[in-house]
């Protein structure tokens, strides 16, 4: 048999964030371990970007930023026509879907937003929104899977699904993870408001791969004490190890829930707020809202809030019953066997 292509298109890095990142590299590495497959991907982004992509050995194509439709569909020229483009960024407009499709045999786009029109053959939002209304005005030929049971959980996170969590009496280690772009203001904030906790509470914070030495230093110098990391590894076992995670509204609050972990939500991009609020909706994370926007108080508050080990309890209980993790063996199935 024929070996096929995949290419996916993505955009990451300070700006656009690394999560649609993580997962579509992930997601790639599961292709390659049930077929065989030629993939390349293409990408907006700072160096960092293309150089995690490459570390998993992937062969990577380099765009400019802000490319426009006429350029990109010109590299996409110089390739072989693939069987399948699965996209995700947050520009994916009716006019870049229709250039994609030009490209490929099945264009796929990932979407936890569902803001665009759509003309691409499947459409997958592994999240919960408010509602669907975009579908009654996309081509009628596209298909939807929407909800948990389509979150691209990465595979270190599975086993987490079926352990016995155990909860303390008391709110020891917090775990703050935003994401990998520059939210700088969030951090700080974190930070600031944790100070108060400062006797009681081991903080462990997650930058993100993209340079930041000097949020680093400035967290320091409000908690000296603090573990900082830049981009690291195991993520999955710092979520299990915490009392609490303070984390933002994309997927970070997804991995919380996988792993029964309780979790405080604040959105650092706009587009997480609807995001945040139904998820809290169906979890009982409380969302404390934008980052720019939320206060010192509202953050000690709620933490206040969760030092009930009860409390803590029932978030994670219920988390866990929202996302049981196999969304990659779904849309596998959907968009490579059918």
């Known amino acids: 048999m024929a070996e096929k292509n995949i290419y996916f298109r993505s955009r990451g890095g300070s700006s656009q964030g690394w999560g649609n990142i993580f997962r579509l590299v992930s997601f790639a590495a599961y292709c390659r371990q049930k077929e065989q497959y030629s993939i390349i991907f293409l990408v907006e982004g700072p160096k960092e970007v293309s150089d995690y992509i490459k570390r998993h050995g992937f062969r990577v194509v380099e765009l400019p930023e802000d490319i426009s ?16 483009i699965i996209v995700e960024m947050l520009d994916c407009n009716y006019l870049r879907q ?16 569902l803001d665009h029109i759509y003309c691409a053959d499947f459409v997958v939002c592994g999240q919960a929104l408010p509602d669907y209304g975009n579908k009654e005005v996309s081509d009628p030929s596209t298909q939807f899977f929407l909800g948990f049971d389509y979150f691209l959980c990465r595979p270190e996170f599975i ?5 016995t969590r155990n909860y303390s009496e008391s709110i020891k280690n917090v775990l703050i993870s935003l994401g990998g772009g520059r939210y700088d203001v969030a ?7 944790l100070k108060e906790f400062k006797e009681t509470i081991n903080p462990t914070f997650i930058l993100g791969y993209a340079p930041h030495d000097r949020i680093r230093e400035e967290i320091k110098k409000i908690l000296p004490s603090a573990i900082v990391y830049g981009g690291i590894g195991k993520i999955e076992e710092i979520f299990w190890q915490s009392d609490l995670a303070i984390v933002s509204g ?11 972990t309780p979790a405080l939500i604040i959105a650092v991009q706009w587009h997480q707020i609807p995001l945040a609020c139904e998820f809290s909706k169906k979890t ?11 206060t010192l108080d509202e953050i000690k508050n709620q933490i206040k ?13 219920i988390s866990r019953n929202v996302v049981d993790g196999h969304g990659f063996e779904r849309v596998y199935s959907i968009i490579c066997s059918s």
């Open 69 to 84: 439709l006429a350029e990109e569909s010109k590299v996409f020229s110089c390739y072989p026509k693939s069987d399948i």
């Open 305 to 317: 809030n969760l030092m009930p080990l009860k409390m803590r309890q029932e978030i994670g209980n």
């Open 284 to 294: 009982r994370m409380p969302y404390i809202g934008y980052m720019s926007y939320i």
């Open 98 to 113: 229709r250039m994609l499709k030009e490209h490929c045999s099945k264009l796929v786009v990932f979407d936890d937003l």
């Open 250 to 260: 994309g997927y970070n609050k997804i991995e919380a829930a996988i792993t029964a």
């Open 187 to 193: 951090y700080l904030k974190v930070a600031h408001a």
């Open 159 to 163: 086993p987490f699904t079926s352990k």
